[in-house]
């Protein structure tokens, strides 16, 4: 690829086929600006707008039935046309309100609404068109592979969550003349130090903790050499391909300042867990990593996510290191690259495996996080403003900070039926069948765009049930961040806690609780007011009713989410099918296959029903290409099949070898990636009332539980956390 940056550094990525026929181009400008804004601004009539709607949506229909990127890009002009219209219709006829009250709340859900609607836009230029780069190859001669300095930073996470990472990176397939490994440890532990001269890694500390983790990076780069610098979160374990994945591209762009890979979780994270859905539904991640960074790659505008990265050193050091001035020092990093001209790339292979947080407290931390940082940057370096970007960078970068603001109005979709039901507030000024004829194309036609779109990186709906979780506590952080950006303090996600027993986490779920309250209430109000409403009010109640229960649907899903499953396992189980072997102590050897694997033991499926003692001494051995490497274990569980096996303790050679013929396989996580099934909306909505139906089981028994052992003085409260042990296993 040529280097064609002009003065915003922008390297043209390969356009979609038939926009780079210029007549085409052309004709379907003028087509569009001919028609569409006509369209859009039409006054009509009841029926010329169901009329018109179901047209288009019939149209929309119809193109889904067709593969292809084409159809989707017609998909999105239908549903930019349908929301334009439904907004400029908000807009122009529906604001026209005496009472004071009505115009304060319509005036907030309007707001809300063009939020979305903007949102919905960006969304749609950033995830058009994928870029899908793949990897390209390295030179055969590897004494022209570049020198690689490897970060790996750390600061209160146990020794047991580095180990890991430090013994696979050791086992990347890179000449071992040209990669170094540093254990940055800002905890300034002991224990590290030691086990960094065991294994032949540098252990590197600093005398202060300025800037946390952007701190401790820039303080290294100034004491490393590296031509590159590879960064992992200490729980990211790289997998042996990781670097000849990732290189290839910097030799065919010398402005490539950094590539970016996915970050993969082979352990639940707390929605996954307490609502049971690892592996059946996409997690909160995936739609970023699966979508919009490959989207942000056409427009040249893939972020830095502070892990899974390479950067070259050159460019880092004449941006000034990785970004301080906020808590998402990634992204900043990345953007001022991007404004000094200089490219960025993603590659959408998952090399790298880390671990998910453990309960949803601290999941709401690291999101506050990421918020406030974002905010940060929208109010001290924001992409609309200054030199360096181009048009699409500005675009991409904007959509990414202003969702984060989404707080307040996922608050107001979630309350603003109560307007009516509570005080009679018309919030929107039109008859319900009005409203029905406008706004629920926009909603059928962002749905299934969306569906389209995000297939198998987000289920329908899903967004609503972490946004409504999350709203309230990323409200006033982001509210903080736009009024003074130096407000608020860097935390740390803790990663390799246990959850020692079941509880329901009535602290964290407090604002769903409160708005669960008011939307039975709002309920109650409904129903009271269908007994006395003039006839011709009776549909605007049922109308607002329906936005009730759907809100009490998510909100009981938001409950169930709060409610923590046990979490003992010091090492995540990850599904694994490979060749084994045992070993008996009599001698003889069974061929068989790997079920699953953690860093305490190894399930296997034999090739026949065979008891084994428990407690019995086996050696099992795994592969890496032909090498064989074996393990000390004894049996744990056996049934039919079924063997469950507890390792021995291992050498440190013993240690790295499990790591090679396991996480750090270069097959294990790109097999994983990007499989979910696309599922039809009634599918989705039905999995979403079941979960909320067990939100609300899991919320009242928890009352009455807690009602009752008020009545007996001795027992304990179940309203009590279990305190989280970070021990290693």
Known sequence: MKSNTGNSGYVPREAPGFLRLWPVRLAGWLTALAVLPALIIAPMTFEQQLVLSVGIFVAALVANRFQGRFAGLVMIVLSVVVSSRYTYWRVTETMYMDNPLDLVLGAGLLMAELYAFVVLLLGYVQTAWPLERKPVPLPEDTALWPTIDLFIPTYNEPISVVRPTVLAAQSIDWPRDKIKIFVLDDGR?????????EVGVTHVTRDNNRHAKAGNINAALKNTTGEFVAIFDCDHIPTRSFMQIAMGWFGRDPKLGMVQLPHYFFSPDPFERNLDTFGTVPNEGELFYGLIQDGNDLWNATFFCGSCAVLRRTIVEEVGGVAVETVTEDAHTALKMHRRGYNTAYLALPQAAGLATESLSSHVGQRIRWARGMAQIFRIDNPLFGRGLHWAQRLCYLNAMLHFL?????????????????????????????IFAFALPHILHANLTNSRIQGRFRYLLWNEVYEAV?????????????????????????????????????????????LL???????????????????????????????????????????????????????????????ATLYFADGHSVRCTTSDFSAGGLGVELPADMQLAQDANVVVALYRGEA?????????????????????????????????????????WAARWGIHPRQGIHRVLGHIVSISGTGFRNMFSHYYRAATSRLRPTAASSSKPPVEAKEPV
């Open 189 to 197: 532990r002991e224990e590290f130090r030691v086990f960094c001269e």
């Open 406 to 434: 989404y707080g307040l109005p996922r608050l107001i979709y979630l309350t603003a039926p109560l307007a009516y039901l509570f005080f009679g507030a018309s919030v929107i000024h039109a008859s319900a069948s009005m």
């Open 517 to 579: 309250l008011l939307n039975f209430l709002g309920v109650g109000a409904g129903l009271w007011r269908l007994t006395w409403v003039d006839p011709q009010n009776i549909a605007t109640v049922w109308l607002n009713l329906a936005w009730t229960f759907y809100n009490l649907m998510i909100l009981g899903a938001c409950v169930a989410a709060a409610n923590e499953s046990r979490q003992v396992r010091g090492a995540p189980r990850v599904a694994l099918q490979v060749p």
């Open 470 to 514: 999350l709203a309230w506590y990323i409200f006033r952080p982001t509210l903080v961040a736009l009024i003074n950006p130096k407000l608020g303090s860097f935390n740390v996600t803790a990663k390799g806690g246990l959850v020692r027993e079941e509880f329901f986490d009535t602290l964290i779920a407090k604002p769903s609780l409160v």
């Open 628 to 668: 064989e490497s074996r393990f000390a274990t004894t049996v744990r569980f056996s049934k039919g099949r079924r063997v469950g096996l507890h390792f021995a303790p291992m050498t440190l050679a013993q240690e790295r070898a499990l790591v090679q013929c396991t996480t750090a396989r270069a097959d294990i």
